[in-house]
T-cell receptor, first 115, second 112 residues
Framework: NAGVTQTPKFQVLKTGQSMTLQCAQD?????MYWYRQDPGMGLRLIYY???????DKGEVPNGYNVSRLNKREFSLRLESAAPSQTSVYFC??????????????FGDGTRLSIL | SQKIEQNSEALNIQEGKTATLTCNYT??????LQWYRQDPGRGPVFLLL?????KEKRKERLKVTFDTTLKQSLFHITASQPADSATYLC???????????FGSGTRLLVRP
């Protein structure tokens, strides 16, 4: 099983450009998450989807939008990229909805640089 | 505000020794605490979960403790090996929801 797959692995954008980060999981998980990881700051939740058809804001949602396309796929869109969005982006999934006793399974990240 | 602290300085130990990593938290009452391992260029990988009413949890060479009075979790790796070198993250549930709050991690270096 691939687990959680993120594409692309690397991307360089110019300020103001838009792009969509893709994430797919093959574990039949209900919940999916998008995080960003910056040096010394840990993982911060951008958006999450508790179940298919629902999305909600996390800790740092400004400048981002998400789409839960189906149970497998959860995409993150930057409409107008800014240098402050330079980061490593991780997608994760967990089995149950509304249960904090579930481990999260992560992809290997997208390294995004905004010039 | 809610805060998780992990030692930002790397822990450097000799192979065979026990590594002990600390996770402290404030202004929380988490029901669960999780530990993850992260290798360079990779996503975090789940290791262990401990509940608030559990004092200790073990898995092979790993041991986690959870002291809700001290608001602290300790993560131990016994008989450490160079392959254990990685960054270790602790994570707490936010207000008993399925959302996790992560610490910034502690890097462990195990010397051969």
């Amino acid at each position: 099983n691939a687990g959680v797959t993120q594409t692309p692995k690397f991307q360089v954008l110019k300020t103001g450009q838009s792009m969509t980060l893709q994430c797919a999981q093959d574990m039949n998980h209900n919940s999916m998450y998008w995080y960003r990881q910056d040096p010394g700051m840990g993982l911060r939740l951008i958006y999450y989807s508790a179940s298919e058809g629902t999305t909600d804001k996390g800790e740092v949602p400004n400048g981002y939008n998400v789409s839960r396309l189906n149970k497998r796929e959860f995409s993150l869109r930057l409409e107008s990229a800014a240098p402050s969005q330079t980061s490593v982006y991780f997608c994760a999934s967990s089995a149950s909805t509304g249960a904090s006793n579930q481990p999260q399974h992560f992809g290997d990240g997208t390294r995004l640089s905004i010039l | 505000s809610q805060k998780i602290e992990q030692n930002s300085e790397a822990l450097n130990i000799q192979e065979g020794k026990t590594a002990t990593l600390t996770c402290n938290y404030t202004n929380y009452s988490p029901a669960y605490l999780q530990w993850y391992r992260q290798d360079p260029g990779r996503g975090p990988v789940f290791l262990l979960l401990i509940r608030e009413n559990e004092k200790e949890k073990r898995k092979e060479r790993l041991k986690v403790t959870f002291d809700t009075t001290l608001k602290q979790s300790l993560f131990h790796i016994t008989a450490s090996q160079p392959a254990d070198s990685a960054t270790y993250l602790c994570a707490l549930d936010r207000d008993s929801s399925y959302k996790l709050i992560f610490g910034s991690g502690t890097r462990l270096l195990v010397r051969p």
